[in-house]
């Protein structure tokens, strides 16, 4: 199934042929969750060289909601992330195995481009990364414009579209053409959302977006995620535990690179049911 | 006991200023010295008829250089021809595409000609191409320089590529741009300053070889437009006129040492210029 029907589709873009995950249910009530899942992970074990970084986890993950990854530093966290949008293709030593489906579409199968599955599943950096050659327009559209996108006028309504849904349209629309690094550091990184936001992806991957930003940035971007929420599935790295409250409906907490407590949020921060959890909730460590 | 103790420090961080100070005089007296001795000798034979005369017989005052600086333009331009794609396409590869083991081999090769010395260019260029195919000509010559020039440029190139901060990578990986794409309009656009003044200061390198040119360009005395013959260049010129028995030609090699040291200073200078916008693309 696919939640995100767009209305203008990349020219470029070819779908991977959507082949039903051929997953043998363990229970009926378990295959309905399948089915309705954006991701599905199983199993997933990730090496960095010698360094088994990710240990077997495996976890679902809703459309049209947030999901909260929680844990202390090195615990896989991020490592988590990346594998659902395959940048850990670009690290030599990497290895990914397990098995992960978007919609049901595998992600790692066998002649699937990491570069569609990328177009598919965006992703935002911790630290804002706007293209600095590049005006604030440019940084919007480039992913667009880089596929293979020419039309002048799609381009500007997707330009403006995509920063009117990272709430920096007001902002920004009388100096498009100014250099993107002459905005402030939370204009950066809701520019950079933005330009994530502009190819159409069916999902957002945030790599704690808000955690080098004031307070007051902070409140904007958790306002646009909550925004975002309608129309994306959201996965966000954060290590900002009232942020996961106050934002996500489904809380993972990592632990040393095993998935310890997969819960609703509201469970985890208040009846989690693994000490760990607890532990780092209550901030006894991490 | 103190006060004295502070006293020997501070004489002691004078001594240690005087000395870098010292240094860095060392470090600058030759290019005043060179560029001193240069205008003195030099600058009363630069005239007009230097830049657009040919050398006149022997006996005979005034003349120019005017095909060796024409000459020089056109080897300069022939080695970029050379130099230019395979050093940067090379640093390309070193920074973005090669794997470690080829990438050891590349950069060794690379460091080794760097320091190979640019007369033994000029044998293999002679051996190779110069005595089987194409004789004295400017493309041999182009094709010694150019081949200076390479090592140069991949070297540089990596460098200011490797600068380009990884986030930016990322970011375009990210938005599933292929890598190619990214490579090109993004990393490069990044680094391009950079690049442009890795190959203004390789092209500043070979336009003052000389050795080289002996056994590829030859020289010679008068226009020549066809590239398939031999040609004149400045610093060759220069070897000649002041190696020469004659006053005459003593000082207009002079006045073409100041011609060849003020276009590479020039060069140095467009750097500084290309260079001084930098500061905002590689900052971060």
């Not at chain 1, 992703?123 to 039309?151: D, H, Y």
């Not at chain 1, 520019?191 to 902070?218: F, G, K, N, Y």
């Not at chain 1, 489904?250 to 819960?263: P, S, V």
């Not at chain 2, 901060?165 to 990393?187: D, Q, T």
């Amino acid at each position: 199934m696919n939640c995100m029907t767009k209305d203008t589709q990349l020219p470029a873009l070819k779908t991977v042929p959507s082949a039903p995950a051929p997953v043998p249910p363990a229970a009926p009530a378990a295959a309905a969750v399948a089915a309705a899942a954006t991701f599905d992970v199983r199993q997933l074990n990730v090496w960095f060289g010698s360094h088994h970084v990710l240990r077997s986890v495996s976890l679902e993950i809703l459309p049209k909601a947030v999901t909260a990854i929680i844990g202390p530093s090195g615990c896989g966290k991020s490592t988590f992330l990346r594998s659902l949008n395959r940048m850990h293709d670009l690290v030599p030593i990497a290895r990914v195995e397990g098995r992960i489906t978007l919609f049901g579409e595998d992600l790692y199968g066998r002649g699937v481009d990491a570069t569609l599955v990328r177009r598919r599943v965006g992703m935002v950096f911790q630290k804002s990364n706007p293209f600095p050659t590049m005006s604030i327009a440019e940084n919007v559209t480039v992913g667009l414009r880089l596929n293979g996108l020419r039309q002048k006028a799609l381009l500007l309504e997707r330009m403006e579209r995509s920063l009117r849904m990272a709430a920096l349209w007001d902002e920004v629309k009388d100096r498009l053409n100014a250099n993107a690094l002459s905005l402030s550091g939370g204009q950066q990184q809701r520019l950079c959302i933005a330009r994530a936001l502009a190819i159409e992806p069916e999902v957002l991957l945030m790599d704690e977006p808000a955690s080098a930003l004031d307070p007051l940035a902070t409140a904007k971007i958790e306002e646009l995620i909550l925004q975002l929420k309608l129309d994306y599935t959201i996965v966000i790295v954060t290590h900002n535990m009232q942020q996961a409250a106050r934002i996500s409906g489904h809380t993972a907490f990592f632990y040393l690179g095993e998935l310890i407590e997969f819960d609703q949020t509201n469970r985890i921060f208040t009846n989690p049911k693994q000490k760990q959890t607890e532990d780092y909730v209550t901030g006894r460590f991490g | 006991m103190n006060r004295w103790y502070h006293h020997w420090r501070k004489i002691k961080s004078s001594c240690v200023s005087a000395l870098c100070l010292l240094c860095a005089l060392v470090v600058i007296a030759p290019l005043a010295l060179v560029l001193f001795n240069l205008l003195q000798k030099g600058a009363s034979s630069l005239d007009l008829h230097f830049f657009t005369q040919l050398s006149k017989p022997v006996g005979e005052t005034g003349g120019g250089m005017a095909n060796a600086i024409v000459g020089s333009a056109t080897l300069v331009g022939l080695a970029g021809l050379i130099g230019v794609p395979v050093g940067v396409l090379g640093g390309i590869y070193l920074s973005e595409f090669g794997s470690p083991r080829m990438n050891w081999a590349v950069r060794f090769a690379a460091d080794i000609l760097n320091g190979t010395p640019s007369i033994v260019w000029g044998i293999v260029v002679y051996a190779l191409v110069v005595l089987p195919i194409t004789g004295y000509s400017a493309y041999a010559a182009g094709l010694a320089l150019g081949f200076i020039m390479i090592p140069l440029i991949i070297r540089t190139t990596e460098e200011m590529l490797v600068l380009v901060p990884n986030s930016y990578r990322e970011a375009a990986f990210a938005l599933g741009i292929p890598h190619w794409k990214i490579v090109l309009n993004i990393v490069l656009k990044t680094a391009g300053k950079a690049i442009i003044t890795g190959v203004l200061l390789a092209a500043a390198r070979v336009a003052g070889e000389t050795a080289p040119l002996l056994f590829t360009a030859l020289g010679n005395d008068y226009w020549n437009h066809n590239l398939s013959q031999p040609i004149e260049a400045l610093p060759h010129k220069i070897f000649i006129y002041a190696s020469s028995p004659f006053a005459d030609w003593n000082r207009q090699a002079w006045a073409g040492a100041l011609v060849l040291l003020l276009f590479v200073l020039a060069l140095n200078i467009a750097v500084r210029l290309v260079t001084r916008g930098r500061a905002p693309h590689l900052a971060r």
